[in-house]
């Protein structure tokens, strides 16, 4: 496609043309290394009082006017479809406009008929999300993003800002160029690329955006709370160590040399290293310094997790965030705007709950439903497991683990009968609480593991981060060995897709997910570019990355993508249903459900995650549901 060079006309030239029935649309704001999205999100970003936004650019394709916002024509594009890149920002940021007054029309609020996103749509193909990054992957066209970072700090524009203030700097030459080019860009995407985003992806972009805006509901007076009792904690702990500031690793290597203990090479909890020094010095009042340390930073962590919810708060009590549509490559979603809530802690830090700030408002429970061990079922099904599936399907309340120990480990219980008929006898939990057996840790090592082609070197961790398995590498060498002989189908898996991929040297390799498979309409690939095949392995790009990949990798994005659309699939029903989501976390869905009929709805909402995917013939699915007053797990 050759990109257009529109016209630059002024607000004046523009009002008195023809407009195209699609817009690019796109906002410049003020920001400093204090102050930005990356770090408050949308929606504090644009009520915080140093809030500004200088300049519009609005293209069709054939013209484009750059100006300050309040004077630009908006009743010119009432009605038309606007697509900008990274529509969430611009849109909050237009609202906030429109609340402050500096955007208005004569027939009232100047509206869009669709407000896309250029940025999303890229994602979802798997190019850059970044503007830059997709017009270099799409068109060959290099954008000079240095003039937005010559702007940082510096306030712009002829108008008030909204803490009242007056910029004199007007909108310069090059301010004008740069503006222009991003509205032009969006639009020149989305006209190249739009064809490719199915309506049901567009769909879940939008009830993403939707849940995000809508925000949870937050216990401010536990919030407010905890963050006293944090700061006293930082205070308190930070008055036991003989040194100031506090956290100085300087200061803390010299009081560790005065009493004659080398200092760690690191103070995290989790190092390997720092976890030998421990056990070399423990006598040593240097291990109970690092644990205050350890405490103080743990404690500043939580307290700045509860200060940004806080920043978040909008005026009807609820909590606003961003969640990002397509987050990974496998279409996943990700946390994002400086709050990652995907990412909360699972144990109280500090005696805090990051969960538990996310409660049920008045007159409401909250159902959390999620899909239990999806990934286990998923990389079975692709791998065409049927047998170790039909295991699933007989003892539905089975886990994975006990499920993969009878089918890989040749465990049975003492009274048990080989085969998947196993309803009723002792399970695997039970049987190691009796014995004491360490065999449903070592299942679930191997479940999380191994699937996906870790070798034995790596599975040593593995094993002890995810089971707290302590091994040595022969015998993890002897533990990888007999899974891929126990699991021929999943390593027949991992070497099918190296093979595939390799074959597309010099080219792109399209990994097509299931629902394509059976309904081009849902049509979803991965999508791995430029791909490069030799004797060292293979390299390709993905999300405008260059990245080595291999049987297992591919196998772990594929078994990933797909238990994401067995999400995303489950979302749309239930929305289908009237049941929206406010929080979605991984493989879980929480929702807010009135109490009259919570019971009712939790029992609706788990049935529509269960239903059968035409897609998917034969993945046995169980989703597992609760009702509580704060979210949890």
Same mark, same amino acid.
């Given at each position: ?128 999300r970044d503007l830059a990054g997709a017009a270099w992957a799409v068109f060959g066209v290099e954008l000079d993003k240095s003039v937005r970072s010559r702007a940082k700090g510096k306030q712009k524009g002829s108008g008030f800002g909204v803490q009242g203030s007056l910029f004199t700097d007007g909108i310069s030459d090059s301010d004008q160029d740069y503006a222009a080019c991003d509205a032009e860009m969006a639009l020149a995407l989305w006209r190249e690329l739009e064809k490719h985003w199915p309506a049901h992806e567009r769909r879940l972009f939008n009830l993403t955006c939707d849940m995000g805006r809508r925000g949870v509901w937050v216990d401010w007076e536990y919030i407010e709370a905890n963050l006293t009792e944090l700061n006293n904690t930082v205070v308190n702990v930070g008055g036991a160590l003989p040194w100031r500031p506090a956290l100085s690793i300087p200061k803390f290597e010299e009081a560790c040399t005065a009493i004659g203990t080398p200092p760690p090479r690191s103070t995290s909890a989790s190092d390997p290293d720092f976890l030998t020094w421990v056990r070399e010095q423990i006598r040593s009042e240097a291990v109970t310094w690092v644990r ?207 093979? $595939?991929? +390799? ?7 399209? =990994? ?7 309904? *081009? %309409? !849902? @049509? ?36 990933? $993508?797909? +238990? ?7 979302? =749309? ?7 929206? *989501? %406010? !929080? @979605? ?49």
């Amino acid at each position: 496609m050759k990109i257009l060079q529109p016209e630059r006309v002024t607000p004046n030239v523009w009002a008195t043309g023809n407009v195209g029935p699609v817009v690019g649309v796109d906002f410049e704001t003020f920001y400093s290394s204090t102050y930005s999205v990356s770090q408050m999100g949308n929606w504090a970003y644009c009520n915080d009082k140093r809030f500004n936004a200088w300049a519009v650019s609005v293209s069709d394709g054939e013209r484009t006017c750059v100006c300050e916002p309040a004077e630009f024509p908006w009743g010119t594009i009432a009605g038309r479809e606007w697509v900008s890149h990274n529509r969430e920002f611009d849109e909050t940021v237009f609202l906030r406009l429109v609340e402050l007054g500096f955007i208005n029309g004569s027939a009232g609020t100047p509206r869009p008929t669709k407000w896309h996103c250029s940025a999303a749509l890229c994602a979802f193909l798997q190019l850059p999300r970044d503007l830059a990054g997709a017009a270099w992957a799409v068109f060959g066209v290099e954008l000079d993003k240095s003039v937005r970072s010559r702007a940082k700090g510096k306030q712009k524009g002829s108008g008030f800002g909204v803490q009242g203030s007056l910029f004199t700097d007007g909108i310069s030459d090059s301010d004008q160029d740069y503006a222009a080019c991003d509205a032009e860009m969006a639009l020149a995407l989305w006209r190249e690329l739009e064809k490719h985003w199915p309506a049901h992806e567009r769909r879940l972009f939008n009830l993403t955006c939707d849940m995000g805006r809508r925000g949870v509901w937050v216990d401010w007076e536990y919030i407010e709370a905890n963050l006293t009792e944090l700061n006293n904690t930082v205070v308190n702990v930070g008055g036991a160590l003989p040194w100031r500031p506090a956290l100085s690793i300087p200061k803390f290597e010299e009081a560790c040399t005065a009493i004659g203990t080398p200092p760690p090479r690191s103070t995290s909890a989790s190092d390997p290293d720092f976890l030998t020094w421990v056990r070399e010095q423990i006598r040593s009042e240097a291990v109970t310094w690092v644990r205050y340390m350890q405490r103080i930073r743990s404690a500043n962590r939580t307290a700045k997790v509860l200060e940004s919810m806080q920043a978040r708060r909008m005026p009807d009590c609820r909590m606003a965030y961003e969640l990002k549509y397509f987050g990974a490559s496998t279409g996943r979603w990700s946390g994002g705007g400086g709050l990652n809530v995907q990412n909360f802690n699972r144990k109280p830090a500090e005696g805090v709950d990051l969960r538990r700030c996310i409660t049920a408002p008045p007159g409401f429970v909250l159902a959390v439903v999620d899909y239990s061990q999806i990934e286990s079922r998923v990389l079975l099904f692709l791998a065409g497991d049927a047998e170790t599936l039909d295991m699933f399907r007989a003892n539905p309340e089975a886990d994975a683990y006990e499920i993969h120990a009878r089918a890989t480990m040749g465990w049975e219980p003492e009274d048990g009968v080989q085969g998947s008929g196993f309803s009723g006898e002792e399970t695997l939990r039970d049987y190691c609480e009796r014995t004491g057996s360490g065999l449903r840790q070592l299942a679930k090592a191997r479940v999380l593991g191994l699937g996906f082609g870790c070798g034995a070197r790596r599975f040593v961790e593995v094993a002890k981060v995810m089971a707290g398995l302590e091994i040595g590498e022969e015998e993890s060498e002897r533990i990888v060995r007999e899974f891929r002989e126990s699991n021929p189908k999943i390593v027949s898996l991992w070497q099918s897709l190296n093979d $595939a991929c +390799a074959s597309c040297d010099g080219s792109k390799y399209l =990994l097509p997910l299931p629902c394509t498979q059976v309904n *081009p %309409v !849902l @049509s979803r690939f991965l999508i791995y570019r430029d791909v490069k095949a030799d004797s060292e392995g293979i390299e390709c790009t993905v999300g405008g990355e260059r990245i080595r990949v291999y049987g297992g990798l591919l196998a772990e994005n594929w078994t990933q $993508a797909t +238990a994401r659309d067995v999400l995303a699939s489950a979302w =749309l029903r239930c929305d289908a249903q009237g049941f929206r *989501p %406010v !929080l @979605s976390v991984h493989d879980e869905l929480v929702f807010e459900v009135p109490e009259a009929s919570a019971e009712e709805d939790l029992r609706r909402i788990v049935g529509i995650l269960e239903e059968p995917l035409s897609w998917a013939p034969g993945l046995p699915l169980r989703a597992d549901g609760k009702l509580c007053s704060v979210y949890a797990k």
